[in-house]
């Protein structure tokens, strides 16, 4: 798979006024709502039972590093059966700088995704899409890059503010994440949600919700529901977890 986009292609080489500006352009470019390829009931409600209906290609997308080389790795899934693997790995050109992440791994991902021979319908990332300063995180920058349907999933809060608390939520909870004068959207605007993928039964200590948002062709709500949809047994969602395991396997191979 190869960029539709190639002026929106990360460049290290940019000043981080650059940067900010194209990823400004790139929020633009976005699409925050449902346009996407595939019915989403065969996602969030399982497939569908008209014969001869495949299920979309979901694809979890996910890094490891190694001295200063970036490993993406990309696992391909159908109807929650891993069909393909694909990876890249590349020099990783800038430091870690908050809120310009796709700069420094782009690259990589994109080169991950041109080792594909399947066509993805939805893309899931380690990272953040429109809950970012910029509305422009790495899913955002990615999905709209490749113009492929996709979402952000990230470990932590880049920005924005829940709509209530978020801790020790129960299972199965999500909480909206609204823009704040941190985030380039009217304050007010539903980014993502915190959804609460897991959490111990006990009650003695709590697991952290994900924060989930669109990156692009996908709105907040529907972001959540597939995040939902293609949960496991773990707290990470199915697809970017096989990624970070597979990225963990290529970092051992191309030491």
């Known amino acids: 798979m190869t960029p539709v986009r190639p002026e929106f292609v990360p460049d290290a080489s940019l000043s981080r006024e650059e940067m900010e500006a194209l990823q400004r352009d790139i ?17 969030t409600e399982g497939p569908l039972a008209t014969a001869g209906q495949e299920p979309p290609v979901v694809v979890g997308v996910d890094q490891a590093f190694l001295d200063e080389r970036a490993v993406s790795a990309v696992v391909a899934l159908r109807g929650g059966e891993v069909i393909e693997r694909a990876y890249a790995a590349t020099p990783l050109e ?6 310009l992440l796709s700069f420094r791994e782009g690259r990589s ?17 380690d990272g953040s899409g429109r809950i970012h300063f910029r509305q422009a995180g790495l899913a955002t920058h990615i999905g709209v890059t490749l113009d492929l349907p996709s979402v952000g999933v990230a470990k932590s809060l880049l920005c924005g503010t829940p709509r209530g608390p978020v801790d020790g939520l129960p299972e199965g909870t999500r909480v909206a994440v609204e823009a704040d004068g ?8 539903v980014v993502g949600y915190a959804v609460q993928s897991r959490q111990y ?31 496991g047994e773990y707290k990470l969602p199915e697809p970017t977890r096989l990624a970070d395991k597979y990225a963990d396997e290529v970092k051992d191979e191309v030491r």
């Open 27 to 43: 929020a633009d470019a976005a699409v925050f709502a449902d346009d996407l390829p595939f019915d989403p009931a065969t996602i």
């Open 94 to 99: 800038i430091p870690y700088i908050p809120g």
């Open 109 to 125: 991902i994109l080169a991950a995704f041109e080792e594909l021979s399947v066509t993805p319908d939805l893309a899931l990332f």
């Open 182 to 189: 941190n985030v380039d959207a009217p304050d007010g605007t």
């Open 201 to 231: 039964e006990s009650g003695n200590a709590s697991i952290n919700p994900l924060y989930v948002s669109p990156g692009h062709r996908v709105s907040a709500e529907t972001a959540a529901d597939f995040v939902e949809g293609v949960g």
